[in-house]
């Protein structure tokens, strides 16, 4: 790869919420876990958000218990709806725009492939060519995964030039997304377009109010709360665990980054975790039951599976070089929040201000770091 330049323009490395004030931000999969923790996010710093979203996912959602929707114009429609999609950026003259709609999840892209591909692929085609028609817009991040790289299993990150690829159609859809976005700037967003397009790429991301079927540590939670041992199907597998806040700091100080200094932003961004916190499986599981108590434990899933990776890291320097971003909260302090999240919620809390209160415990945790 080539050498990472600091550019004299790049951002300190912390959120900056007078940057966001009064903002008109557009983004997509709102609804979502990560679109709402965002949407949140960007309410409380006086943004003027809307949103394009399918209706949430999960029932219960962080969406619903957080009343995210009271904030903001939210607006139900689905990426793969071209004409409706276009119709509801234009509207919202937003001068950001930040796509994270998806199919998110590896296994139900083997029961869904089509679906998959026209809202990883196609859904992110549908979206940039929609702001070639919106004339404020200045700024556009994508949203895909770490899992878009060709995984060959390396014991090191992989970096922001590594080849895309994917085994699963989850993985191989969000590596075409960052082939698509590669293509529409270099045709339609460069040096001479008032547009400054990026994408981020993050690791598994975790955090409190995430109910998705087949993931970690929503699994977890069901189990520990049912009474009833957590069925692990590789403890073994590792994967860059971060606490969600941390790569939506990252999609952040990236937008920040367009606007300022388009030119060098305009690019693909790992956002990960330290080294130390890519953890297996097993790890993670032993710690959440600890934390839990009342004698939670896990069992091995020893069922047929499809394919999943077992090793896969992200190499994070050039965001800590080029943007000055690093990830602030150790995978410890992460499962003590989600603990702490959960326990509130099943206490009956107001969860609109408890993540209000988890927001601005971590924007201090954030500007220690940057200071």
């Known amino acids: 790869m080539a050498d990472v330049v600091i550019s004299p323009a790049a951002p300190i490395g912390a959120v900056d919420p007078a940057f966001w004030a009064g903002k ?26 809307t949103g394009f979203a399918l209706v949430p996912p999960t029932s219960p959602s962080l969406f619903e218990v957080a009343d995210v929707a009271d904030r903001m114009t939210s607006i139900v429609g689905d990426i793969r709806d071209q004409p409706a999609l276009e119709r509801a950026l234009v509207a919202a003259d937003p001068e950001i725009v930040i796509h ?10 083997y029961d869904d492939p089509i679906g998959t591909y026209a809202t990883n692929v196609m859904g992110t085609v549908h979206l940039l060519d929609a702001v070639r028609r919106a004339p404020a817009v200045r700024a556009v991040c994508v949203v895909t995964t770490d899992k878009c790289y060709e995984n060959r299993e390396w014991a090191w990150g992989y970096r922001e030039d590594e080849a895309m690829g994917g085994y699963d159609p989850y993985s191989n859809s969000k590596g075409c997304a960052e082939l698509v976005t590669s293509a529409y700037r270099r045709s339609f967003f460069g040096e001479s377009s008032p547009v400054a397009l990026a994408s981020g790429r993050a690791g598994n991301v975790i955090g409190g109010g995430d ?38 700091s990252g999609y952040l100080t990236l937008c920040q980054a367009l606007w ?30 600890t934390l839990w108590g009342d004698e939670a434990g896990w069992v091995r899933d020893e069922s047929i599976q499809p394919h999943e990776a077992n090793y896969l890291k992200l190499d ?32 009956g809390a107001d969860m609109y201000a408890y993540c209000n209160s988890e927001l601005e415990r971590f924007a201090g945790a954030h500007l220690a770091h940057a200071a």
């Open 100 to 109: 994270m709609a998806a199919q998110p999840l590896v296994r139900a892209s």
């Open 211 to 248: 109910w998705a079927v087949d993931r970690l540590i929503p699994d977890i939670l069901r189990a520990v709360a049912d009474g009833q041992p957590v069925p692990i199907r590789n403890p073994l597998a590792i994967r860059p665990w971060q606490h969600v806040l941390e790569p939506l």
């Open 316 to 347: 994070i320097s050039k965001a800590r070089a080029g943007l000055r971003w690093q990830p602030r909260w150790s995978l410890g302090e992460a499962l003590d929040s989600i603990v702490g999240w959960h326990r509130a919620w099943l206490a």
């Open 24 to 49: 008109r931000v557009f983004l997509t999969g709102h609804t979502g876990f990560k679109g709402s923790w965002l949407s949140l996010w960007l309410q409380r710093m006086g943004a003027e958000l």
């Open 260 to 289: 300022h200094d388009p030119s060098h932003a305009a690019d693909a961004w790992n956002f990960g975790p330290r080294d130390d916190d890519a953890q297996p499986v097993q790890w993670i599981v032993e710690r959440m039951c």
